[in-house]
């Protein structure tokens, strides 16, 4: 069994554990729970309770801690490992990898950077109504059973979202999450030292069977193959052998080149919205052949 089977095995068991969690034993004003006396809250919905009740409450805050240190070293794991949302969706891949919709999502909502906006206008929303706005919409809460979100109201957004699927997979997750946008603002900040995805870099054929793999719409070849082949390291080297820079690149297809190797593990998917699913790594058919 390959590593990233092993790990897709791991991060499967853990969907489920936080799924039965989270659906059964979340309490309290947001989606909260409490794991051996800590509790632990949705940052998003402290956030909008600070703003809602215009007084910053360090509890909030501390209770939050846990789901805002998280992002900062391990990027949106959150998302693919934990998210009950995220979980629902997932179990739906094998129905909506079946479904080729001609319906297309307009451009203006098929931004990334949507759902950051969406984020701090939940933060300004919450301000202005009183009340943790979003919460009352927010899907994941419906599916957790907030205490402050409307089950119909956030059933039935949790419906559309489920409906969105079948028009491109991860939607909500890309283009809508509030909870997700904080997310990618929160790994943006750890992004010096956070843990990333590593993929073969030297001797990529660019397939491009990694970014198929991925639902989250990370541009994985420009993170680490695109940005390896501008390394002027690689164009020294070509230049020591005696070779083009192409040439060596098709070299280290057929022969292992451990300088190349070495330039190589500089480069990894420092994108803020990978999620660490680890698909791109099984997916990859170069590791397939190394196992």
């Known amino acids: 069994m390959r590593r990233s089977q092993l790990i897709l095995i791991l991060r499967h068991l853990s969907q489920i554990a936080f799924f039965v969690l989270l659906i059964f034993f ?113 899907p994941v809460g419906a599916v957790c059973k907030s205490a402050t979100g409307c089950p119909v109201i956030g059933g039935s957004v949790a419906v559309v979202t489920l409906g969105l699927e079948g028009i491109e997979q991860r939607t909500f997750c890309k283009y809508i999450c509030p909870i997700g946008g904080v997310f990618v603002v929160l790994s943006k900040i750890g992004q010096k030292f956070n843990y990333k995805v590593k993929l073969p870099v030297d001797d990529c054929r660019e397939c491009r069977s990694c970014e198929r793999a991925c639902k989250y719409g990370v541009p994985i070849l420009e993170y680490t193959r695109m940005k390896f082949k501008e390394d002027p390291r690689v164009s020294e080297l070509a230049n020591k052998m005696g070779i083009t820079k192409e040439e060596l690149l098709r070299k280290a297809w057929k022969e292992n080149i451990p300088e190349l190797k070495a330039i190589a593990k500089d480069y990894s998917i420092a994108s803020p919205e990978c999620a660490k699913c680890f698909e791109c790594v099984n997916a990859c058919p170069i590791l397939k052949v190394k196992k």
């Open 26 to 138: 979340v309490v309290g004003v947001f989606c909260s729970f409490a794991i051996w006396g800590l509790n632990i809250s949705c940052p998003v919905g402290s956030i909008q309770q600070i703003f809602a009740s215009k007084t910053f409450y360090v509890v909030l805050i501390v209770s939050a801690l846990p789901l805002i240190i998280l992002p900062i070293l391990f990027g949106r794991f959150f998302c693919s490992w934990m998210c009950p949302m995220g979980t629902i969706y997932e179990a739906l891949t094998p129905i909506t990898n079946r479904i080729k919709s001609p319906i297309k999502l307009p451009s203006f909502l098929r931004k990334q950077s949507n759902k950051v906006g969406i984020a701090f206008g939940s933060f300004i929303a919450a301000g202005i109504a009183s009340s943790p706005a979003w919460c009352t919409v927010c």
